[in-house]
């Protein structure tokens, strides 16, 4: 999904001491769980008036912040509980996701709900959103200079000079109060690493710069996720998958993520006239059958790309059955095959961008490729270049293919 032609026409200057622009708990993994959990909130009525109560005592949030997250039981964290809520409620309703009635308790409802679908589909998605939302509000609030002389020249120095910015224009935008700088440089450090991740150039950790450009783990608010980096002690890293992965099925059971799943199937499927994305009878295609849509990285494997449109391709049954899974439908992946499938969709996403449909995303494309082969690709490398990327491993599996 394109959010530039939303947010283009959306403006997010601040309003002097009006609503919540950003907070230090604004992360991508919390953006998306919030999402996830208003999307299960309204499952059956998606004009439902809700409020931040409804979200904290939902059973789906609740799972999600104690397995998910690792919180202490809300009843020994109500404020932590309270703030990562509220806070994601409130930016949504600044970008204009939510609308908000201020009566108190204040009570919201859903005003763009494809954009909410999409972000709620993972942590991936919703990052989309706030890079974009990020550079809208920085142009929008008179930050833009100061931004684009650290992108020119990443240093430290230039860093501080964009809190110092950020500090004087929170000063006459924001409630803040006092001369602790503590807060506004939270908050303005996860507004720079967004802004430093979707540029590809060094981000801050520690309120220091790196040397190199800024990774995705800065973003999110549990880095100890499903991505691997620090697993909890004792746990190898097949465990630690395995029970996220079981965790997840537990939300999944509410029924939301299946349901995203399904409508992206019926989209991608709908997209190829009911018909294979791989039209080579070298690979069993065969004219005129019904269509099956296959995930090329397993779901129980790799979870939040399970209701991603890059994840799925449109197959054949036999296809599916007897080239995708290695023995049996549903059993291991045959990892030639899941290359063939990468390589075309890789084809179809470029066709499709380059018609400027608003269908695909590259960007989670690539976080798929970097997931499951361990590469370290930016959204900017060249669809050519990870084009022969992918050639490359095919030779390496199966060097008559080449």
């Known amino acids: 999904m394109d959010f530039a032609k939303y947010i283009e026409n959306r403006s ?131 930050l833009s200079d100061v931004f684009e002389a650290y992108h020119k020249d990443p240093t430290q120095d230039k860093y501080e000079y964009i809190k110092q910015a950020y500090l004087q224009w929170a000063r006459i935008n924001t409630n803040i109060k006092g001369a602790n700088k503590d807060h506004t440089n939270r908050v303005i450090n996860k507004i720079f690493n967004l802004y430093c991740c979707a540029h590809n150039i060094p981000g801050e950790d520690g309120s220091r710069v790196k040397s190199s450009p800024c990774p995705y783990s800065y973003l999110i608010y549990k880095r100890t996720n499903f991505r691997d980096v620090d697993l909890p002690r004792g746990m190898t890293r097949s465990e630690y998958k395995q029970f996220l992965t079981e965790q997840l099925a537990t939300v999944d059971q509410e029924g939301v993520l299946d349901s995203f799943m399904k409508k992206a199937k019926d989209e991608v499927k709908k997209k190829y006239n009911m018909d294979s994305e791989i039209e080579d009878i070298a690979w069993g295609y065969a004219p005129d059958r019904v269509v099956e849509a296959h995930h090329i990285l397993p779901r129980r494997s790799y979870p939040q790309f399970a209701a991603s449109k890059e994840n799925l391709i449109s197959l054949t049954p036999d296809q599916h059955r007897s080239l995708a899974h290695v023995g049996k439908y549903n059993g291991p992946l045959d ?37 499951i082969y361990g590469w370290q690709l930016t959204e900017d490398t060249a669809a050519n270049i990870l084009a022969d990327m992918l050639n490359d491993r095919l030779k390496v599996l199966q060097p008559q293919l080449a």
Request: hydrophobic letters at 40%; one cysteine or more; aromatic letters at 14%.
């Open 12 to 142: 997010l200057k601040k309003v002097p001491k009006v609503g919540v622009h950003f907070e230090q708990k604004i992360t991508p993994d919390l953006f998306w769980c919030v999402a996830f959990v208003i999307l299960d909130l309204t499952k059956s009525n998606h004009e439902l008036i809700f409020t931040d109560q409804d979200i904290r005592t939902s059973s789906t949030y609740i799972t999600l912040m104690r397995d998910y997250f690792s919180k202490a039981p809300q009843e020994n964290a109500e404020g932590e509980f309270n703030k990562v809520s509220r806070y994601q409620l409130e930016v949504m309703v600044y970008a204009g996701l939510l609308n908000k009635n201020n009566v108190r308790p204040s009570r919201y409802s859903i005003n763009q709900l494809e954009i909410l679908q999409y972000i709620a589909q993972n942590d991936f998605s919703a990052s989309h959103f706030l890079t974009a939302y990020v550079d809208k509000f920085i142009a929008d609030n008179g």
């Open 335 to 371: 990892p030639i095959f899941q290359t063939v499938c990468l390589q075309v969709k890789l084809d179809h996403i470029v066709e499709s961008l380059t018609s400027d449909e608003d269908f695909y995303s590259y960007r989670n494309f690539v976080s798929m490729v970097n997931a």
